[in-house]
């Protein structure tokens, strides 16, 4: 009867343990992909950046030098995705609107703040890359720029 109980309370503990793992990976995740809407978008190029950083085994000099280059070139797919922007709008407010009938006052009126809240983080984005610009950060344009520029 004394093995019964003991394993019983092992298991216990160790389902215990699984679920609370998972409810806290869960708030982890929630948190970093709340972060990343709500925060900035160079957090991602950032993280690329260093990967590839590891993977090429680059140099702190390469490194200096290259990361001008990502920079500007978050900052070139930020302005087409701003002149892209109006029709991204369209498509969009069409989905939503075609959605909102399915969905309850208070479902939808989070849908609309959860859409200002997409709006709000791409026009800050926009705003960065336009201030790198006037700080004189990507005045030099290499050789083989982009033709949009």
Known sequence: MKKWRFWLGLITL???GVAIGAAGTAI???????HALEGDASILTSRMFKKLSRELRLTEKQRAKLSKTVSQAQCDLLRV???????IDRIIN???NLIKPEL????????DIF???AKRFWARQEAKCQGQEMD???REKPENSPPHR
Not at 28 to 34: C, P
């Open 104 to 111: 309850t006052p208070e479902q939808q009126q989070k849908v």
């Open 136 to 138: 004189g950060v990507d």
């Open 14 to 16: 160790f389902i215990s």
């Open 115 to 117: 859409y200002q809240k």
């Open 94 to 96: 069409y989905y939503i």
């Open 28 to 34: 982890y995740i929630e948190h970093r992909i709340k």
């Open 81 to 87: 995705r701003a002149r892209s922007q109006p029709e």
